[in-house]
């Protein structure tokens, strides 16, 4: 095989419960993971070593160049040393990352790359992982990587890395609109953690249950979906980015059922009552200027899988 890609997709969080700090630095999850409409996607070749390219949005010198890192520090290319590691082959190929996830936008981008990575350098190098061995590696990658792998809906548990798929059949629309630069993970959580120590929020021992959200996303409608998102993450992003008050009012005043941060954001996900609804929701939005890039998405969508 002389070329091989894969692609792997985009998630919103339509439940985020945090619990408290644990001992080994991360926190207690009860979460949803719901995989959208928007792909990265990670070509591989025969090489000798490992040599990495990144390219699409977010990677350009004028923004955010070093988000996106096209060296070992990249999650890709730590993906590549694992599969390598664990299944006694050596680790060459020259990977290129295309992206269309903004970086650091709690979209789980990186993780899309670590997911697609696996499954494209698994069919160069005839690893034949099984399904499980790649959640294995992918769990020690980062804790939405396994989601990444998956796809579809999943309720997440553990730092969100232990997967179990939800079965939803009704085809969801959002709009996703990006708000100012990108806001790290761990600066979100640590956030959190002051704000639950200073009492300003509640401390997160009661994880809040992710019944009513995976009820609604079964059977609809979509009145009812918008009233059991939860983000424990938006009040900290929020702190940290106040300006994200009003990209999530633009959401709601322009007729979204309901406007949630992202993950750890800064990403603002607005629900849309319909496919027609989404489109005048993305002409609104994008002309609100308020975001720099906005995306009408749907999912549940597949999770990483070979293309071409
Ligand atoms: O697992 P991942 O590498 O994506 O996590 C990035 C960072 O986000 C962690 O180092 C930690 O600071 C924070 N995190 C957390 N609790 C989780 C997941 C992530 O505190 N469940």
Do not use: C
Not at 102 to 122: H, I, K, R, T
Request: proline share 6%; no cysteine.
């Amino acid at each position: 095989m002389t070329v091989v890609a894969a692609r792997a997709p985009a998630k919103v969080n339509v439940h985020l419960a945090v619990g408290p700090l644990r001992p080994d630095g991360f926190h207690e999850l009860r979460t949803v993971y719901l995989a959208v409409s928007l792909f990265d996607t990670v070509t591989v070749r025969p090489g000798d070593g490992l040599a990495l390219t990144v390219s699409g949005e977010g990677t350009g010198a004028a923004r955010g160049a070093d988000l996106v890192p096209a060296d070992r520090r990249n999650l890709v290319w730590r993906a590549a040393e694992l599969l390598a590691a664990s299944s006694g082959v050596p680790a060459d190929a020259t990977i290129e990352i295309a992206k269309s996830i903004p970086a650091a936008a709690g979209l789980a981008g990186g993780s899309a790359d670590a997911a697609a990575a696996l499954v494209a350098l698994d069919a160069l190098w005839g690893t034949r992982a099984s399904r499980e061995d790649l959640v294995g590696l992918a769990a020690k990658l980062g804790s939405d990587v396994p989601f990444s792998l998956l796809g579809g809906v999943a309720l997440g548990a553990g730092r969100g890395e232990q997967v179990t798929p939800v079965l939803a059949r009704t085809r969801w629309n959002w709009v996703l609109g990006i708000a100012g630069e990108g806001l790290s993970t761990p600066a979100v959580y640590g956030e959190l953690d002051r704000l639950r120590a200073a009492g300003r929020v509640p401390a997160g021992e009661d994880l809040a249950a992710a019944e009513p959200v995976i009820a609604a996303l079964r059977s609809g409608p979509p009145d009812a979906l918008a009233s059991s998102l939860v983000n424990d993450l938006q009040a900290p992003a929020l702190a940290l980015r106040p300006e994200l008050g009003r990209a999530l009012r633009t959401a709601t005043d322009a007729g979204a059922l309901a406007a949630l941060v992202s993950g750890s954001g800064p990403t603002v996900a607005a629900l849309a009552a319909d496919e027609r609804d989404a489109v005048r929701l993305t002409a609104e939005l994008a002309g609100a200027g308020v975001f720099r890039t906005v995306r009408a998405v749907h999912g549940p969508v597949p999770g990483a899988r070979l293309v071409g």
